[in-house]
C-alpha cells in the first residue's frame, strides 16, 4: 500500500512521541511504501518559526530520508483537486493532503477523525 502521512503524524513519529498502533503498524510494515509531502515540511517550517512547535524542519526531512520516506512534491494538479474537495475540513494543509492523496492513488494515514468524511482513502489511525 502507498502511504501519505499527515504532517503531526510524521512529526510524532519522528520526536518519538506515542503514535497510535495501528499507525505504527502501517508504518513498520515493509509491504508498504511511506511518503511525505513537501507541504507537511512546509507546514512545521510555519509552525516551527512561529515557535508552535520545536521541531527543526530540516532535522525532519533528514528523518524522513533516513527512515525510508518519499518525498511528494505539490503538483498543480495537487492545488486544483484542492478547490474541488467539498469543505469537511477547513485546515489548508490537511485539503492539499487529501488531495494529492486522491490524485496520487494513495491512502492517507492520519488521526484527525474529521477528515475521514473524505473517503475511503483516507485511514484513521486512531
Given at each position: 500500500?502507498?502511504?501519505?502521512?499527515d504532517t503531526h503524524?510524521?512529526v510524532?513519529?519522528f520526536?518519538d512521541?506515542?503514535?497510535p498502533?495501528?499507525?505504527?503498524?502501517?508504518i513498520?510494515d515493509?509491504?508498504?511504501q511511506?511518503?511525505a509531502?513537501?507541504?507537511?515540511?512546509?507546514e512545521?517550517?510555519i509552525?516551527a518559526a512561529?515557535g508552535?512547535i520545536e521541531?527543526?524542519p530540516d532535522?525532519l526531512?533528514?528523518?524522513?530520508?533516513?527512515?525510508?520516506?518519499?518525498?511528494l512534491a505539490?503538483?498543480?494538479?495537487?492545488?486544483?483537486?484542492?478547490?474541488?474537495?467539498p469543505?469537511?475540513h477547513?485546515?489548508?494543509f490537511?485539503?492539499?493532503l487529501?488531495s494529492?492523496?486522491?490524485?496520487?492513488?494513495?491512502?492517507l494515514?492520519?488521526?484527525?477523525?474529521?477528515?475521514?468524511?473524505y473517503?475511503?482513502?483516507?485511514?484513521?489511525?486512531?
Amino acid at each position: 500500500m502507498r502511504l501519505l502521512l499527515d504532517t503531526h503524524l510524521l512529526v510524532w513519529w519522528f520526536v518519538d512521541r506515542r503514535i497510535p498502533q495501528r499507525a505504527t503498524e502501517l508504518i513498520r510494515d515493509p509491504a508498504n511504501q511511506l511518503y511525505a509531502s513537501a507541504a507537511s515540511v512546509w507546514e512545521v517550517a510555519i509552525k516551527a518559526a512561529l515557535g508552535k512547535i520545536e521541531v527543526k524542519p530540516d532535522a525532519l526531512l533528514a528523518g524522513l530520508r533516513d527512515g525510508g520516506f518519499q518525498e511528494l512534491a505539490v503538483s498543480s494538479r495537487h492545488a486544483t483537486q484542492v478547490g474541488l474537495l467539498p469543505m469537511h475540513h477547513r485546515d489548508p494543509f490537511d485539503r492539499l493532503l487529501v488531495s494529492q492523496s486522491l490524485c496520487e492513488s494513495m491512502s492517507l494515514l492520519t488521526n484527525d477523525r474529521t477528515l475521514a468524511a473524505y473517503g475511503p482513502t483516507v485511514i484513521v489511525a486512531g
